[in-house]
């Protein structure tokens, strides 16, 4: 078995952790979610932002945009609400500043990217291809914090479809694209297949679901902007029902997870579902270092199974589900207890 790197405290990993991220491969398959650490900036004091499998960046848009009025955060049960609307400083100031920092130190730069219109997606897409040291794009189709309904473009096949097609196209063909999908949809499968139909490289799945809060002291809507998106540990049954559903009907195509994972016993249960990496979002508001525990954690659940390949588990928890019908992987060496 081939070590594949070290942890982010320096010592070496005892499993063989790495994964594809459609074509390129990754040392491993923690990753930052988008939205909840910056550019990565933020993470550098507190851990090697190289040693995870990549940072993914708050989604870029063309220009530099301001977001909801405030407050725009507020706390649920097992869960946060946020209503952003998609602040940033825009693509210029990506490429100028932020990009050249992640690349500086060494981490690899997945960059989420929102528009209003599919031709801002594609220009997107061709100024990160311009520029050298991408090593994916994240077309983010489903923010929910957005004017109106029909600008969340993941709630549509037809409107998914002709965003990513057009990413597709402009994007460099070294650079995967990975389409980040709504749980807000009654048939998320609908959506995958058109995606991957599109052109999409893989999947991110779960964007927050749109939520409301009430202050009951001031009878008012707690955020300004009324509605937000929902996530933490109570979206990750969620998650993990959606990626289920995607990797039964598209076995194979590789899916960044992400939903209210907190330990590496959840990003393990993502895993089982089919994720072959997944993202750390909202814990890490409270504890900044979660990606590094979090992939200590995972390695250690594996190593807890006899499980000697990460590989060897993504998706597995399908071959038990149909284990009248079909054997399990053989591949798997798991020790069922
Ligand atoms: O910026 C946001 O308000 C935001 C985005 Br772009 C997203 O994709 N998901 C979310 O919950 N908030």
Known sequence: MVPAGVLPEGRAVAVDLRTRLGQVELPNPIMTASGCAGAGRELAQFMDVSKIGAIVTK?????PRAGRPTPRMAETPSGMLNSIGLQGPGIDAFLQRDLPWLLSRGARAVVSIAGGTVGEYADLAGRLSDAAGVTAIEANISCPNVEHRGQVFACNPDSAAAVIEAVRSRARFDIPVFAKLSPDVTDIVTIAKACVSAGA???SMI???LGMVIDTDTLRPRLAGLTGGLSGPAIRPVAVRCIWQVTEALPGVPIIGMGGVATGRDALELILAGASMVSVGTTIFHDPSACG???????????????????DVVGLAHDAHAM??????PNARVRRT
């Open 293 to 311: 525990r979090i992939l200590r954690e995972l390695e250690e659940e594996l190593i807890a199974r006899g499980i000697e390949r990460l590989a």
């Open 324 to 329: 009248t019908g079909r054997a399990p992987s």
């Open 207 to 209: 964007n927050t679901l």
């Open 201 to 203: 490289d893989g999947l």
């Open 59 to 63: 989604s870029v848009m063309l220009g």
